[in-house]
Each structure stands twice: as structure tokens, then as C-alpha cells.
């Protein structure tokens, strides 16, 4: 394959070398006589053959919120609400979200060719530096387009300096699912993943009582597993978002914790639990004490004034961190170092994208990249947390998360609900577009971290979903595995509900090997398969998120002949070689061998 490369600097177009190994990598020497800002390096010459109607797309995302999936031809790129779209892509323009057949991907791109078996990846395996972007675009007789972008972000380059960029893998195979593990394994290989932590597990007060937690809440549900410690063995406590009186301010007292939150997580730690807390460490209120007081230590406009971006609760503004100042840094530092000697063993970060989703902020170190400015602030947080502390990153960016991080979630937020409207946008909070992103991003559990799946939501009161939808989400959880986290008001779950969240504490992360079998054929696959760490025996997922019945049919293989039905106790045998099942709307069944 003849890969070539360029630079886009100053608007012109720029000579590189290329240094080819495992991967390959490309060398911008500025051969002017002055500076030059480069936009971008772009690899392209690549190959693969196929016409359109044959070829399929996996496309990855630039947060863990974006929307990830398979594309089919005739199809178009996921589509995002037009509001958040700079917190989701890392170039929003780049996306054409109603153009049929051209699809953009950040770190890894996988084509497949259905009526040959040939697959092609492209994936970046060096993601601390720059964030990166493919773009395919597809006719009818193929392949028009195919390029791999490296993102400058307009750094300054000196006169005959070099800049080097990412390195890209180029993996040929015939499953291309398989070449999703490869290079998953290369990835985390290169970027020192942080895989030697046991799998998480714990309970998270968000999901039940959202920004109205209280004290009196937190020491109710901590009671109860205090009582219950041998039902409901859980590792972690965690307080999610609602402590704090403004985002930075996060020790001060707030009406709802008037102690502040260091005396609940000692009462944690005292309960026998490693207690574990929630921030959003780059977003400060404009309210907070720490902008009134610290003004210098937060991210600037090109004229100079203090940077506000979105509003948080009650109408606020909010700030960035400038976490490229030594100030800041000292200061970020010493908040987590702070919690870890509270006693926290586990810390949630959330709205990790925000420090990297604007072009008018200004930060102190003004030739750093996005990535390397975001890759600068979590380290800073791991500094002071220690080694030994579970990080999670969460609305992240995988990338420069990769090697710091312990897990990350690979979704948006489940929700007590299927979804909300008739239509919705491919990042919205709603069950289908978590599950697709879950299942989407399996690849990844084990090899760059821990996946993070989301809560187990069981409870009955202020809750949409269905029994059926209940059902469905903790048969996904426990296939999928990673972290497992419970977050209903634990003493007012009815018995049949409390099973359901002890059947998944007995086995967490039960499956190992599992692998969605039709990861092509549709944008949320039906059927999954995997097999049990303990025992190697096999076990067969079927997944209806769709609004109309399905019909389903699984060849036989090598698997059983008979099946047992988690859930309706039924007996299920192939015949003819063929599993076949209808599922209703909305349903889940989890088989194993009769």
C-alpha cells in the first residue's frame, strides 16, 4: 500500500518524510525561513477494494460520549445535537451528518468488505499529542476518499524544527472485529494502560437522587449496606454531583452537606467502605469562591478576559482551569491530594472534554495542543491522588486518557427511561444509544482500562422503564461486565429487585472472549456472544432495542444444542442448525446451555 503524507501549514501544502516500522509516523521539518502554524498532517494512498454497496464502516469517537457504531452503505454519519457537537467531535465541521456514504471516525476506522471477508483498520496507537481524525467517503464503485488527519491545533513551528506525528497502525484481516482487539492490545501496549486493578464495585448516589442528594441520603443508603455487607459485598461508596455549593469549591459546606464533605467520607471509611467521590475538576462556577479569589488561575479569551463558557445549575457560568498554569496545577494538585487523605480510594471525573471543545480560550501555555493541554491536567490530578487510587474519567477523551485513567465510561449516562421524544440524538441520554456505545466499545475492557458501563437501575418508584427494559439493561451489564456500580435507594427496592442486583454481585465481569456476532450487519447488534471466566461455558445474548418485533436466526456452529432461557426458564434447542427467536420491543434474553 502506497501511504503518502503532507503538512497543512499557514494554508499551504508542505513535504513530509515518512518513518515506517510497526506503524508509521510522519516528520514536518519547517523548511521555511520563518515560523509556520500547522493545522494538520495527512496520510492518505490507501487501498481497499470493494464496491459501495459491499462496504461497511466501524467509526470510533473523539469523547466517550460521542456516538460509535457500524455504518452501512446508503447510510450517514450518526447525528448529533447541532449545541454539543464541539464536545463530541474534535472538528465539528468535519462531520456532514446528512451526506450518505462519508463517515468520520476519531482514533480508529475499520472497513469491511461483506461479500469478500477482508478487512482493513486504521487506528492511531500514540494519542498523547495530537487528536486525530479519518474520514472515508464511499461511491458506488468504492472508495473515493480515504485519509487519516493529524491535528496541529496551529501550534507554532520554528524555523527547521521538527514536529513528529502520531503513530499510525495498518492492520489487514479477515474479521474485523478481531482487528478491533489487535489493535486495542497495541494501543494500550503503547500507551502504558493501566490494567492491573480488580474490576470495581461499589454504589453511586447520582441516579437515584441527581443534584438533591443530601447528607441525611448519603448515611440512610450507608447504613444499609453497612447492615447488609454479606447480601450486597460492595467495595466502593461513592458521592456523585450535588455536595459541592458551586464546581471548585469542593470542600466548602453546601445547605444540603452543612458539614462539608470531608466528615461524610470519614463516616464512609469508618463504615468499613473505601469511599469514593465525584468532580468535575476543569469547570469552575463563576460563583465559586475560587473564581472570586483566583481569578489568575483560570483560562482566558484572546482579549484577555476571564473565559466563561456554559451554564451549570441556576443559570451560572462557568470557567475553565488553566491547567497549563504552575498555580493552577499546584492548586489541582493539592484538591486531590486533599481527597485521597480523606480517605477516598475512588474518584469519578466528569465534563473531562470541556477543557478542549472551544477555540476562543486562551491558555497560559499557548503552543501546547489540545491534547497535550488535557493529557497535562488528569496527570496533575494523578499526581495528587497517588497510584494506588481507582480513577474513572468520564464525558473523556479516550485517547490522552489512556495510561493515567483505571476506567473510563464508554457511554453517556443511562437513564430511568427508554428515551425522551420521538426522535433523539445519537449522544442523548437514552438506553439504545448507551447499549450501542457499550457494546461498540467492548473491545477496548481489558485492553486500554476497565470499561465503565454505567449503574445497574433496578427500582420500581422514579423509574420509566418496563420490566422487560429492566431486565434487558441488567442482562447487557452483566454480559459486558467492566465496573459494576448499584444506585437505587437500596432499602426500598422490592425482593425481585434486590435479586437482580445480587445475581451481578455474585459474578462481576462474568464473561470473558465476548464479541458482538453481527457487529456489521447492524448499528446495535442483536445477538452476543461469550463465555463464563470460571467455568468457559458459553453464553449467548439476544437484544431487541428496536420499537418493532424481531426475528432472529444464530447458525449453530460448534455451540450446544440445547438452551436454557435466563429469564423465562424456557428450554431452546437449534434446529436445522439455526437458533431462531422472536423478541418482542424492547427485550433481552440471556441463554445458556440446558
Not at 508542505?14 to 516528520?27: H, M, P, Y
Not at 477494494?49 to 450518526?78: I, M
Not at 468535519?94 to 461483506?114: K, T, Y
Not at 502504558?192 to 447520582?206: E, F, K, Q, T
Amino acid at each position: 500500500m502506497p501511504i503518502e503524507a503532507y503538512a497543512i501549514a499557514d494554508g499551504c501544502r508542505w513535504d513530509v518524510s515518512l518513518e515506517f516500522g510497526q506503524t508509521v509516523r510522519a516528520r514536518f521539518t519547517n523548511p521555511a525561513s520563518h515560523s509556520l502554524r500547522l493545522e494538520r498532517i495527512v496520510f492518505s494512498g490507501f487501498a481497499f477494494p470493494g464496491k459501495g454497496e459491499d462496504l461497511q464502516v466501524y467509526s470510533d469517537g473523539w469523547n466517550t460520549v460521542s456516538a460509535v457504531g457500524t455504518h452501512r452503505y446508503g447510510e450517514c454519519d450518526f447525528l448529533g445535537n447541532p449545541k454539543y457537537l464541539q464536545y463530541f467531535l474534535a472538528e465539528p465541521k468535519a462531520r456532514q451528518a446528512d451526506s450518505p456514504n462519508h463517515f468520520c471516525a476519531e482514533n480508529v476506522l475499520v472497513l469491511r468488505n461483506a461479500s469478500a471477508g477482508e478487512s482493513l483498520l486504521l487506528g492511531f496507537v500514540t494519542t498523547g499529542d495530537f487528536f486525530n481524525r479519518i474520514e472515508v467517503k464511499i461511491g458506488t464503485e468504492g472508495i473515493q476518499r480515504l485519509e487519516a488527519h493529524v491535528l496541529g491545533d496551529g501550534i507554532e513551528v520554528a524555523s527547521g524544527e521538527n514536529v513528529v506525528s502520531e503513530e499510525l497502525l495498518v492492520l489487514h484481516g479477515c474479521d474485523g472485529y478481531v482487528l478491533l482487539e489487535e489493535y486495542a492490545s497495541v494501543w494500550g501496549r503503547r500507551m502504558g494502560a493501566r490494567l492491573a486493578n480488580p474490576i470495581p464495585v461499589g454504589w453511586c448516589s447520582w441516579y437515584s437522587y441527581f443534584a438533591n442528594l443530601t447528607e441525611g441520603d448519603v448515611l440512610e443508603n450507608l447504613e444499609f449496606f453497612r447492615q447488609h455487607r454479606e447480601e450486597y459485598p460492595i467495595e466502593y461508596f461513592q458521592i456523585d454531583d450535588g455536595y459541592q455549593p458551586a464546581l471548585g469549591d469542593w470542600f466548602l459546606p453546601s445547605p444540603r452537606f452543612p458539614h462539608g464533605i470531608l466528615p461524610v467520607l470519614r463516616r464512609i471509611a469508618e463504615s468499613g467502605f473505601k469511599p469514593g467521590i465525584w468532580l468535575a475538576p476543569f469547570r469552575i462556577e463563576v460563583t465559586s469562591r475560587l473564581w472570586q479569589e483566583h481569578p489568575e488561575y483560570m483560562v482566558r479569551t484572546p482579549e484577555g478576559e476571564l473565559f466563561v463558557q456554559d451554564q451549570w445549575r441556576e443559570g451560572h457560568g462557568t470557567g475553565l482551569l488553566d491547567v497549563t498554569r504552575p498555580e493552577a496545577q499546584e492548586w489541582l494538585r493539592a484538591t486531590f491530594r486533599q481527597f485521597r487523605e480523606a480517605g477516598c480510594r475512588y474518584v469519578k471525573l466528569d465534563f473531562m472534554a470541556h477543557l478542549c471543545a472551544s477555540s476562543n480560550a486562551v491558555f497560559h501555555d499557548r503552543n501546547a495542543t489540545r491534547c497535550q493541554i488535557y493529557r497535562r491536567g488528569l496527570q496533575t490530578i494523578r499526581d495528587g491522588l497517588g497510584d494506588d487510587v481507582f480513577l474513572l474519567a468520564g464525558t473523556a477523551l479516550p485517547g490522552p486518557s489512556i495510561g493515567i485513567v483505571d476506567a473510563t465510561r464508554v457511554s453517556t449516562d443511562i437513564t430511568p427511561y427508554w428515551q425522551r421524544g420521538n426522535h433523539i440524538y445519537s449522544e442523548a441520554p437514552a438506553v439504545v444509544n448507551v447499549v450501542r456505545n457499550l457494546i461498540s466499545r467492548h473491545y477496548m475492557h481489558h485492553r486500554l482500562w476497565t470499561n465503565d458501563p454505567d449503574v445497574l437501575i433496578v427500582r420500581k418508584d422514579n423509574n420509566q422503564l418496563t420490566e422487560d427494559e429492566v431486565k434487558l439493561w441488567t442482562s447487557v451489564l452483566y454480559m459486558l461486565g467492566g465496573s459494576f456500580f448499584l444506585t437505587d435507594r437500596m432499602g426500598t427496592l422490592p425482593p425481585e429487585r434486590l435479586a437482580l442486583a445480587r445475581m451481578l454481585l455474585d459474578e462481576p465481569d462474568a464473561f470473558e472472549e465476548m464479541r458482538p456476532v453481527d457487529f456489521f450487519e447492524r448499528e446495535i447488534p442483536c445477538i452476543w456472544l461469550g463465555y463464563r471466566r470460571r467455568t468457559r461455558q458459553p453464553v449467548l445474548g439476544f437484544f431487541n432495542l428496536q420499537d418493532e418485533p424481531q426475528v432472529i436466526r444464530f447458525p449453530q456452529g460448534k455451540l450446544p444444542c440445547r438452551w436454557c432461557s435466563r429469564w423465562s426458564g424456557r428450554t431452546i434447542s437449534f434446529e436445522d442448525g439455526f437458533l431462531t427467536r422472536e423478541l418482542p420491543p424492547h427485550t433481552g434474553d440471556l441463554l445458556f446451555p440446558a
